[in-house]
């Protein structure tokens, strides 16, 4: 019996060992009009093979390019398609630079210091106090979803005040939405919410 351990490694296991096989029969043919025939042949049986690779943009691009890796780019046939070399495939793409943006508070995110800063260009005085009272609410949205407690309104004005370096204030802590009402928005039961025992609540009477 011929186990897997010992047989060669497959380059695309996805398509078996049997797609293995015919790909490594079809470069021992030496007629090339034959060879061509297995080639097409082959990758019709990958195709029935991979049905979900049909729902990829260019499928069959994509066969006949694993079936030139699968037979280790010494597969010579005319292909439909540009012949990928070894060298390109194994190419490394360009490392990218991670984004270093400082942000103040993690819970609120880099969005919410832009949308800030575009808060800060409005010039109409009635524009400006309504986008600055948007912007505490989802401030407040955004602290209640890290943090499923409680929080002050006052806390998030002033933190609002800072990262605006005191340019955007929400004058009455009143207009910004209710905390239970923004938990019931994210899907929290305010009723729900563990409440901290009071001190001496807990104790046993002597």
């Known amino acids: 019996m011929e186990y897997n351990t010992v047989r060669p490694k497959m380059l ?3 398509y078996g060992r049997n797609v293995q096989k015919m790909i490594d029969f079809a470069r021992k043919i030496e007629d090339r009009d034959e ?3 297995a080639a097409k042949a082959i990758i019709e049986v990958m195709g029935q093979l991979n049905p979900h690779l049909r729902d990829v943009d260019d499928f069959k691009h994509k066969l006949w390019t694993h079936l030139f890796i699968m037979s280790d780019f010494q597969l010579d046939v005319d292909s439909p398609y540009p012949i990928p070399s070894r060298e390109t495939l194994e190419e490394r793409p360009e490392r990218l630079g991670y984004p270093k943006n400082s942000i103040r508070y993690g819970h609120y995110g ?6 800030i800063k575009k808060a800060l260009v409005i010039s109409d005085p009635e524009e400006k106090s309504a986008v600055t009272r948007r912007l505490a609410n989802i401030m407040k949205k955004l602290y209640l979803t890290y943090n499923n407690d409680t929080v002050e309104n006052k806390v998030i004005m002033n933190q609002l005040s800072e990262l ?3 340019k955007l204030q929400v004058e009455d802590p009143e207009d910004l939405t209710s905390t ?3 938990l019931r928005s994210i899907g929290v039961n305010p009723n729900a919410r563990k409440k ?7 104790k046993k009477k002597r």
């Open 12 to 14: 695309i296991p996805e």
């Open 35 to 37: 060879r061509n025939r």
């Open 110 to 115: 880099h969005n919410i210091q832009e949308m």
């Open 164 to 166: 605006s370096n005191g």
């Open 180 to 182: 239970n009402q923004i």
């Open 196 to 202: 901290k025992p009071l001190k001496g609540k807990n």
